[in-house]
């Protein structure tokens, strides 16, 4: 496996000064953000595009993803994450996730990313029955899995802590249903699944077949979704780690500490010490 580490904890420098700072740190990887300040896809020129490419082969970085989750660009004031989400009951709100969706792809496609990652579904609307939005975001979300597949790059939902897709069983159920549409996979975030009581090596050879990114935070014991620093909380990194790499996963594990805005070069050097001092056996060199 290689080790990744998250621009979104950047939102305070330019791309290029991210890039380098987590080069600096000991990173092979990064997840970009595509969303401000980094690469907002909606108006990313071909210029702008050229210097995220040259800041990625100065620092000698891989792009590990690319995170289409956040939307901090549009500033929802319910949440700037993942609102517009993939089933607001308004259509033309709803259809700005969905362009942005699409840009993102191209953008993976034009820097050679291999895949991107996306919110799984949005709250659910006061008295909505789960199983409608479950039908709408589907029927959403086929149209853009038909572009993923066009432009050769991965569409990874990732399950979140009270989104419409947040547990294994969900996820199951999902790319179940979803089986015609081989560009679609998981974002295995680890936080998150041990937020909502999943065993997480369980979790992993369950869904095993379609993890094709991870992102990994520590959780304290009483489960509450805020990521922290690995050695913070109480996730047992070696155990999930070693049942990831037992499935066969050789990919990305992208540490993702968004809220560590005040000072991500010590998060990020904190973070990658922990994981290689627990299971470093585990990464490539």
Known sequence: MKLAFSSNAYLRFPFAEAAQRIARLGYGGIEIMADVPHAW?????EDQKA????????????????????????????????????????????RVRIDHTLRS???????????????????????QPWHDDFQRFLEVLKPVADHAATVGVRLLVEPEPGLLIE???????????????????????????????EDLPRAVHRLAQYIGHVHLEDITADRVHFHRVPGE?????????????????????????????EDPDAAARQAREHILAVCGHLFEA
């Open 41 to 45: 896809p909606a108006f990313l020129l």
């Open 51 to 94: 210097a995220l490419r040259a800041a990625l082969e100065q620092n000698r970085l891989a792009i590990a993803n690319i995170n289409a989750f956040m939307m901090n660009a549009i500033s929802d004031p319910r949440q700037r994450y993942w609102h517009p989400s993939w089933i607001e009951p308004y259509e033309p709100y709803r």
């Open 105 to 127: 792809l191209d953008l993976a496609r034009d820097l050679g990313a291999p895949c991107i990652t996306t919110e799984p579904g949005g709250p659910l609307e006061p008295g």
């Open 167 to 197: 547990n294994v069983e969900q996820a199951e159920a999902l790319m179940d249903r979803l089986a015609d549409f081989p560009a679609v996979g998981l974002n295995f975030d680890i936080g998150h699944f041990f937020c909502v009581g």
């Open 233 to 261: 909380g109480v996730i047992d990194f070696r155990g999930v780690l070693e049942a990831l790499r037992g499935i066969g996963y050789d990919g990305w594990v992208t540490i993702e500490l968004y809220p560590y805005v």
